[in-house]
């Protein structure tokens, strides 16, 4: 007869993995300070809904409410929760997350698999100002009324203005409202790549199933059709029959669809069918709104001083204003929890960027070619290692993001490199940015430069 014992930490006497054990509460909690204390960035209030449940042959099972906090979970969390299981309880575990209600349907990408959705991207997490009110009303409507309200919607607004945050919450508040609905969502780079492929590969017909029978078309960066007319031809069939069958079109860029240059006028004309709605950096007001959302998803309050200090140094976009908190939230760790406006200051340094200090794609070129030891004959050239691909991409990035040039100029600096290769830099390196610790250290140093 098998006999179940209460995991204490470091327990001998409960060293057989095969036996069932009962994770004791006191364990989990100790597991969960450690994962806050050591990862803060990773930090949200619905941990505390996390149901552990026992461990078997070294695995502890823990179970999550959505099925967005399990992509989150499963893509971000796995190994810090392992590694703080290990040191608390003594035991080589393993932490493995579950969700006992997916939905029916789901949010498919490329291969139909479930697409990681955040589960920070909600509407309740989103905090509605003067410049993002009509998207917001909109989305919420679509989300509601899918192929009903707005049809198609397309949102545009520069990088880190909450475009994906709407896309996911309305993907989300639609599987919550309808589980068995069948989202597809990805990046127009997913799209053009798809297509290539289904050409070669001669699954044409599977394609065009795929995307022509869904309730909820989503795809981000739109603007990366420009140019392309066979994919563009692709598409434009495609809306139709989504179109004709009232189901639901949702489209982002990082500008209106008459200013995409190099697309067709009969898809100008069709994304102008429905709602064309812009989002514009958040002001002061809405500045210190987000970061009070921010901070308290991550269970920390800002006191009025800090939250007026970051809101008035950070006038970019929301992403930085996250940043900024996690920064803070890390500090605060490292000094006992105690956040005031010394330490918020310490904490952001000189990564904040003051928009008044005029930057030169010169002094741009400058930096980055000291940073990474390149020459700048080879950023201006052709080639494509990965050695100058990459100096050459964060070069636009921060052009981009620093000047007032058009992409047409900025590609110009480049000689040869027209604005389609600017706008895939740009997402290219805020995606790594936002994937790895390094590419955002690497940023914020160049960045530090450029400013001080």
């Known amino acids: 007869m098998s006999t179940t014992h209460t995991l204490s930490a470091r327990d001998p006497a409960s060293r057989r993995a095969s036996e069932p054990i009962a994770l004791d509460p006191g364990i989990w909690r100790q597991i969960l300070l450690m994962v806050r204390t050591q990862h803060p960035g990773l930090n949200r209030l619905w941990f505390d809904q996390m149901a552990p449940r026992q461990l078997t042959n070294g695995v502890i099972q823990v179970t999550v409410g959505t099925a967005a906090q399990l992509n989150f979970c499963q893509s971000q969390c796995q190994q810090p929760f392992t590694t703080s299981a290990q040191a608390i309880t003594g035991r080589l575990v393993v932490v493995s997350f579950h969700c006992e209600h997916l939905p029916e ?48 919607l397309f949102i545009h607004g ?8 709407l896309l996911q919450a309305v993907c989300q508040t639609q599987l919550d409202r309808n589980p068995s609905a069948r989202i597809l969502y990805l990046s127009c780079d997913s799209f053009i790549n798809q297509f290539i ?9 599977q394609f065009r199933y795929r995307y022509r029978h869904v309730d909820v078309l989503v795809i981000d960066d739109i603007h990366f059709l420009a140019g392309k007319d066979r994919t563009q031809e692709e598409f434009f069939h495609t809306f139709n029959t989504l179109y004709q069958g009232h189901r639901q079109i949702i489209l982002s860029a990082d500008c209106p669809p008459s200013e995409i240059p190099e697309l067709e006028e009969r898809l100008v004309s069709r994304f102008n069918w429905g709602l064309v709605a812009r989002i514009d950096k958040p002001c002061y007001e809405t500045r210190m709104a987000i970061l009070q959302k921010k901070a308290k998803m991550r269970g920390i309050l800002l006191a009025d001083d800090v939250l007026c ?7 970019s976009n929301t992403r930085e204003l996250e940043g900024a908190v996690t920064k803070i939230q890390g500090m605060a760790m490292l000094q006992n929890g105690v956040v005031d406006l010394e330490l918020a200051k310490a904490a952001l340094g000189e990564s904040a960027t003051p928009e008044q200090k005029r930057i030169t794609i010169q002094q741009i070129l400058d930096v980055v070619t000291k940073y990474y030891s390149v020459r700048l004959s080879d950023l201006q050239s052709k080639r494509r290692h990965k050695s100058i ?5 964060v070069c636009m990035f921060l052009a981009r993001r620093h000047t007032s040039y058009s992409l047409e100029e900025i590609g110009g600096y480049f000689v040869g490199w027209d604005h ?33």
């Open 197 to 205: 492929n289904a050409i070669e590969s001669g699954e044409m017909n």
């Open 420 to 452: 389609t290769t600017v706008l895939h830099a740009v997402r290219m390196v805020d995606e790594h940015s936002q994937a790895e610790v390094q590419i955002a250290d690497q940023l914020a140093h160049l960045e530090a430069q450029l400013v001080g």
């Open 389 to 393: 691909a990459f100096p050459r991409q």
């Open 158 to 165: 520069g990088v880190g203005l909450g475009k994906s945050h």
């Open 309 to 315: 200090y970051v809101a008035a140094k950070i006038e």
């Open 105 to 152: 349907g789901g949010v498919f990408n490329e291969g139909d698999q479930p697409l990681a959705l955040n589960p920070d991207y909600v509407f309740e997490n989103f905090v509605v100002g003067p410049c993002n009110r009509l998207p917001h009303a909109a989305s919420v409507a679509v989300a509601e009324q899918p192929g009903k309200a707005y049809n198609p």
